[in-house]
């Protein structure tokens, strides 16, 4: 079994408290499983991990948790902790019921977003033209990822939020291998996020509905996770 990467570049800032070094931790391990820089089946020493990235046990060992319970890693039995396997027919499974459901939390925005939401939205979609016109895909991704937040928060719903949440992970992953995936998908991503808003403000929860779901399936069969012409 492969043992974890030594190479991880993380640098903390002076001050930072446990809460922001977890969540750096968090994301850069994140990053590197989604990347394939942390392979499936790769052996994380919590020690190991916390000298890499120059932090303390504490917020590696909470960036672990948080990780383990998005379904990135497994604690075994005299295994410890490995990487998750994110195989084809997993993605695609996941990335299905994840369009049905951003639909659905599209559709409850679109009756009750308000201004300020709205304008939270707008907010976003301006980084993300700034990042579309850089080709900055981290910053893009971590926009987009901001955008759907506000959707979510302005659906209202704890539930939906909760089942959504339970995705992240796989969430991450593909929208990472969609941006990535060609130059083209930038500029396309950017105008059915446009798109999204426009039928927010128009109070149309049908529209706003569909347009998520067909955002979400192009951009995994962007992504390879979907096979074209499938639905």
């Known amino acids: 079994m492969a043992s974890a990467a030594t190479d991880l570049i993380f640098r903390p800032t002076e001050g930072q408290d446990a809460l922001s070094l977890a969540e750096g931790a968090y994301r850069r391990l994140r990053d590197a499983i ?15 991990l916390a000298l890499t990235l120059g932090i303390s046990a504490q917020p590696v060992r909470e960036a672990l948790r ?20 994110f195989g084809p027919d997993r993605l695609a499974e996941m990335g299905r019921i994840r369009a049905a459901l951003e639909g659905s939390a599209a559709a409850l925005a679109a009756e ?5 939401a709205l304008a939270l939205m707008d907010a976003q979609l301006a980084v993300m033209r700034e990042a579309t016109a850089a080709a900055d895909t981290v910053r893009l991704a971590a926009a987009n990822e901001r955008f759907h937040a506000l959707v979510h928060a302005a659906a209202g719903n704890a539930f939906l939020l909760r089942s959504l949440t339970s995705l992240r992970a796989y969430d991450h992953f593909n929208r990472v291998r969609a941006l990535e995936s060609t130059p083209k998908e930038l500029p396309k991503a950017l105008a059915e996020h446009e798109g999204l808003v426009k039928a927010f403000r128009k109070r149309d929860p049908e ?13 995994l069969r962007a ?6 012409g499938k639905k």
């Open 112 to 116: 009750r977003a308000d201004d300020a």
């Open 66 to 85: 948080r990780l383990e319970a998005d379904g990135m890693v497994l604690t075994q039995p005299r295994s410890g902790t490995i990487v998750a396997e």
């Open 207 to 219: 529209l706003a509905e569909e347009r998520m779901r067909a955002h979400v399936l192009r951009s």
């Open 223 to 228: 992504g390879g996770v979907l096979k074209n």
């Open 34 to 48: 989604v990347r394939g820089e942390l392979a499936a089946g790769t052996k994380i020493s919590e020690r190991g």
